[in-house]
């Protein structure tokens, strides 16, 4: 699972305008910018995997989400996140693939929602849905 996550964290890392310490990631301590400018929040939630093959070398096929949320503070940048949330949908197309280390990720959906209030910072939220098959290693 830990490629699968790198590959579409890397993916977007390779696609966005954002600084990479503008853009918070689990387990890593991240404190919002102070300044009007955008940042960004990663998250990986993948699918418990089933079996798509018999045996210790066969594989198993998982799929899940990664959620994408851009923040600008409150009243502050709104068109620009929704530039962002729009180049975010376009480069997320159905069938698109990304590989880290071998292993490949493919792109089932994107959108992205019209955007709340939250902890005093407007937020658009999008969503990639992602399909991956991953080889079983054989246990010694």
Same mark, same amino acid.
């Given at each position: +699972?830990?490629?699968?996550?790198?590959a579409l964290f %890397?993916?977007?890392?390779?696609?966005?305008e954002l600084d990479e310490d503008r853009i918070a990631v689990p387990n890593v301590n991240f404190e919002p910018p102070e300044d009007k400018n955008p940042w960004a929040t990663l998250i990986f939630a993948p699918n418990t995997p089933s079996v798509a093959t018999?045996?210790?070398k066969g594989a198993d096929?998982?799929?899940?989400? +990664?959620?994408?949320e851009l923040n600008v503070p409150q009243g502050c940048g709104t068109k620009e996140i929704e530039h962002q949330a729009e180049h975010i949908r376009s480069n997320y197309t159905a069938g698109r693939y990304f590989k880290y280390n071998?292993?490949?990720v493919m792109v089932t959906s994107c959108g992205f929602d019209g955007g709340a209030i939250v902890d005093n910072f407007f937020r658009i939220v999008c969503t990639v849905n992602w399909?991956? %098959?991953i080889q079983r290693n054989l246990i010694t």
């Open positions: +699972m830990d490629n699968i996550r790198k %890397q993916s977007f890392l390779d696609h966005t018999l045996g210790d096929e998982t799929d899940g989400f +990664m959620r994408i071998k292993q490949c399909y991956a %098959q």
